[in-house]
């Protein structure tokens, strides 16, 4: 689920790149400002849409979970946590039929969302799930399981 991009650095400054990520899916593209390290985004999940998440500022604590029903997945399920940083350049895929939570881990990070519908098509499509749905404790996402 992650395309690995890269960082060159010189004397005239950075390039950071994701050469790998095609975009001839994606259809927009919105980002998420989050100053408070407290504030969940969770759950929340798309029969058909596929989304892709980078950060370009600070980091980001990202959960998934592979829906076994779209009406009522297991509660059992169990997440898998990414770390995303602007540090490392990288994009996570969250397929269709998945959901997903995210935070802030670090104040004023910011977290691009690309997207393959329309805001239309988009919203005909969500599910949202409680944000306690699946267990985890949300204030250790420095633990993350895959990185």
């Known amino acids: 689920?992650?395309?690995?991009?890269?960082?060159?650095?010189?004397?005239?400054?950075?390039?950071?790149?994701?050469?790998?990520?095609?975009?001839?899916?994606?259809?927009?593209?919105?980002?998420?400002?989050?100053?408070?390290?407290?504030?969940?985004?969770?759950?929340?999940?798309?029969?058909?849409?596929?989304?892709w998440m980078h950060c370009i500022k600070g980091s980001y604590a990202v959960r998934i979970v592979e829906l076994d029903s779209i009406d009522k997945p297991s509660r059992s399920l169990l997440p898998k946590e990414y770390t995303l940083s602007s540090n490392n350049s990288?994009?996570?895929?969250?397929?269709?039929?998945?959901?997903?939570?995210?935070?802030?881990?670090?104040?004023n990070s910011i977290l691009i969302v690309f997207s393959n519908m329309n805001v239309e098509d988009s919203n005909s499509d969500l599910i949202r799930y409680d944000q306690e749905y699946w267990a985890g404790n949300w204030n250790e996402t420095h633990n993350a399981l895959t990185s």
Do not use: C, T
């Open 1 to 51: 689920m992650i395309i690995q991009g890269g960082i060159h650095q010189d004397p005239r400054g950075k390039i950071i790149h994701i050469n790998d990520f095609d975009m001839e899916l994606v259809k927009r593209m919105y980002h998420f400002h989050q100053s408070d390290v407290s504030i969940i985004r969770a759950w929340q999940g798309h029969k058909n849409e596929m989304k």
């Open 90 to 107: 990288q994009v996570l895929h969250i397929p269709p039929r998945h959901a997903n939570g995210f935070k802030a881990i670090e104040p």
